[in-house]
């Protein structure tokens, strides 16, 4: 039996290797969302800018793989200042849940705010759906949806819905173009 050395979230074990990894079952066909995620890795910024005076910015989005077998993706959400600096705002997970058989999504954003309870699915060919539960920094709660539809393998538009009321809230509108490089 030889050992192998596992560092998860900055903490370091040493582990029994027992047999050879096996790569998970992947999901179901793609009508979860996991694998229609595909055409939207990569990195991406937003036409319109944001902010004022000599603070303004696009918003960025990165998406990529973290696992060989496609079932984990992190997210990153910035600014991107005109220099092309960026500040993270946000930085979470999309992906399929062995145990569970489901898929899922967790974030955190500045400020202590966090996305949690979250769901991956594909409406259509070119349509994919995140649905959580987003926490803010004083306790509260609400029900989010956001859209992202590829327009052109270059170009994309998310829409995020607000549930209030039981009614579903348009919030924000954005158009994407990705990154060259």
Excluded at 28 to 43: K, N, R, T
Aim: net charge positive; glycine share 10%; with cysteine.
């Amino acid at each position: 039996m030889h050992f192998v050395r596992v560092a998860v979230f900055g903490l370091c074990a040493c582990l029994p290797v027992v047999g050879v990894a096996q790569a998970p079952s992947p999901p179901p066909g793609d009508s979860l969302g996991i694998v229609a995620l595909e055409p939207f890795m990569g990195s991406w910024v937003t036409e319109k800018l944001e902010g004022s005076n000599g603070d303004r910015f696009r918003f960025g989005y990165r998406l990529e793989w973290v696992d060989r077998y496609r079932t984990v993706a992190k997210m990153t959400i910035s600014q991107v200042l005109a220099d092309g600096s960026e500040r993270v705002m946000a930085e979470g997970f999309k992906g399929w849940d062995v145990a569970t058989q489901t898929t899922f999504f967790h974030a955190y954003y500045i400020l202590g705010r966090r996305a949690d309870k979250g769901r991956v699915y594909r409406t259509n060919d070119s349509t994919v759906v995140t649905a959580y539960t987003g926490y803010t920094n004083q306790g509260g709660r609400s029900l989010i949806r956001d859209e992202a539809v590829l327009l052109a393998p270059n170009r994309m538009l998310t829409i995020t819905y607000i549930q209030q009321d039981g009614q579903w809230q348009e919030a924000r509108r954005d158009a994407w173009t990705r990154k060259r490089g």
